[in-house]
């Protein structure tokens, strides 16, 4: 009886191809490159069971009682300091909603913004929870091939002469798949066309602090951003499990509807864990512990990609990220990433096929590969056997 | 740049009354009626202390890391030996997705089943939070009137007849904000409508557990729910601060429609505190525990029973809830519940004007009042205060 009531709505949702990877390769002697976990170095499990017992004792009820709708005021005030202390932001603690994990905000983007037949603007290839989350309000995706450093840019201007873009939406640093960022030069260049052409810029930084060397870039938009919705988030540098993200919106009105679709969604996120995020952040040393993380996966990055120099032939090309969970690889056009998959399944190793990063779901000759659950030798292993198989 | 780019979903978006309301009554001397949330007394805080530490303690990364959509599995488990042992269903755990508290369901609810225009059927009064959730997808929705022991059944086959019903969405327990509960026939005649008619029946149960005296009523498709979407919530009875609900589904079509639609909001809930509410759940008696929230309830409910017998003139009627967290009281006609309250507010006690409860917001001369959070004196003071000027 239920089978034609579905709405249109649902009808436009693709569900995500990676779950259902990750649900055919939990065999423990898989070697999984297919993932987006953090590693479980970058949860401090006793610090966050300390600020627990902390906000039970401190603030009792509270911690357990239905609170507001943006978030705690105190986790909000944490966000702006940090924001303003470390990216030179002037961001206030009224501009942040707090959201259950950044794939609520995507939702909720495409909620208040996206009406059927909106011109989105991604990147090609593009974060795939965006296009899943963007997809259920129907829009006319238009995806620009993202280079080295960052998107092409006159193919960006020309859809925005086009017309009818609601929104660009990009993740800068180390983006997810590809693990590119976006040079200096071309942070000015979409920051202006964005203003040029009166569109709003949504930008995705969940990777951000996990730069291996030197300060954080942070937003293309840090020191105007009137003009864009800034989405951060906890997930990589202290637990993705609380599920606590957040938005950084400017324009009154916008937030307003933001707010209001937040009330309609959830009421508001976990207050329990936004009391011990908060607690956490300002009884421990933030910059040391994501420290720890940035070491180990540089590490396991470098294992990587030296792996891949050995034992990949020369015609497949690969990104090499200053930062964040993962290489995109190229191969030949000849060879497809879904045929290499099966192939590499049966040898114990899996990645997730480039496919659904396009908007066309196209057969690809792309890869994703995440690093940041393997130790050096496994992620070696794993390589050569792919290599193998490749040179094949 | 923002306000002409809003889409119509969130143009349809009401804002929550009673949130406004709740931000203007902060003040501690005012006495509030007016809230939803529970009494502290429900919040086994000292219990879920522990808790936290022993899941940490057994289950270390597992309880921070990215998780499963359909929510843990021992809780769901829990849920579904729960339900099969209190109130006789044969729930399996794989029928059970736990949601970011029941807002999240019926958001979902609305995503996925309605088409604008659609039909659906509320109570009047209704759910705030339901007309809420729902309007974002523009229905047409219809209003059947409840009568002290559920809806009337001929105006609710009226509208059936008329074609176009996606679903009807009940609180069949001590109703937010009624009070009403359904009389067996009632439950029978509503099921079989449903039936007969081939759409959806939507069951939100949050204040069952709380009946005042003997075993909850449960759901009313509780022998056969294949054509039905169940919801609870842990809110009420251990805390909402967590936002831990849950939905049960029948239908696997439906199933995996819902929890694609979770994966584009939010990923998964709070694996966090699933696993400390899971572990609460099976270290504690929950039965014990609700037995003291029931018997305060039960003591506030009756003195602001008594109170309004004493206070309120006989042309105010109300309800007497058999368990529950709200009376609903009908002023004579010549009175609006929102001039009252514009009044009351002056003498420090405030409760919710009808209004927000009717699909068309009517100028209502009903209120919506809650018991408790105040202790009984207090109780008895503030509808002193309401029945003064009510006679004037």
Same mark, same amino acid.
């Given at each position: ?267 508001? @996120?976990?207050?329990?864990?936004? +009391?011990?995020?908060? /607690?956490?952040? =300002? ?6 512990? $994501? *420290? ?72 690809? @000759?792309?890869?994703?590969?995440? +690093?940041?659950?393997? /130790?050096?030798? =496994? ?6 056997? $792919? *290599? ?5």
């Amino acid at each position: 009886m239920f089978e034609d009531k579905i709405s249109e709505l649902s009808l436009s949702t693709p569900s995500s191809f990676i779950r259902a990877i990750l649900k055919t390769t939990q065999d423990s002697n898989i070697i999984s490159f297919a993932g987006g976990l953090p590693n479980p170095i970058s949860f401090p499990k006793e610090k966050l069971a300390e600020s627990t017992q902390r906000v039970i004792d401190e603030y009792g009820s509270k911690v357990f009682q239905y609170s507001v709708t943006a978030g705690l005021r105190e986790l909000r005030e944490y966000i702006a300091e940090h924001l303003n202390k470390t990216q030179r932001m002037d961001v206030d603690a009224d501009e942040i909603i707090v959201t259950t994990g950044s794939q609520q905000a995507l939702d909720m983007i495409g909620k208040v913004l996206i009406n059927p037949g909106d011109t989105v603007i991604l990147e090609e290839p593009a974060y795939l929870g965006a296009i899943q989350a963007f997809s259920q309000y129907r829009p006319a995706f238009k995806a620009i091939p993202l280079e080295y450093d960052g998107m092409d840019m006159d193919r960006l201007e020309e859809k925005l002469k086009e017309g009818n873009v609601k929104f660009i939406y990009t993740v800068p640093n180390f983006q997810n798949p590809s693990g590119l960022t976006y040079s200096k030069e071309k942070r000015e260049a979409l920051h202006d066309l964005t203003r040029r052409y009166e569109c709003i810029l949504v930008e995705d930084d969940p990777y951000g602090d996990l730069k291996f060397e030197g300060n954080p870039y942070g937003y293309i938009s840090k020191n105007e951003f009137d003009g864009s919705i800034l989405l951060g988030t906890f997930s990589k540098t202290v637990t993705p499990g609380m599920r606590i993200g957040y938005m950084i919106i400017r324009n009154p009105e916008l937030r307003l509807r933001i707010n209001t679709a937040k009330e309609a969604a959830d009421l508001h @996120s976990n207050v329990f864990s936004q +009391y011990i995020l908060w /607690d956490y952040l =300002t009884h421990n040393d933030l910059a040391e512990h $994501i *420290g720890k993380i940035k070491q180990l996966y540089r590490s396991q990055s470098s294992a990587m990609i030296k792996a891949m120099e050995e034992y990949f032939p020369e015609c497949v090309s690969f990104t090499r990220p200053e930062g964040g969970m993962f290489i995109w690889a190229t191969l030949p056009e000849n060879i497809t990433a879904m045929e290499l998959f099966a192939k590499a399944k049966e040898k114990q190793v899996v990645f997730v096929p480039g496919n659904p990063f396009y908007i066309d779901g196209r057969a690809a @000759s792309t890869m994703r590969l995440n +690093y940041t659950n393997c /130790d050096e030798a =496994t992620i070696t292993e794993g390589i050569r056997r $792919i *290599g193998s198989l490749i040179k094949e």
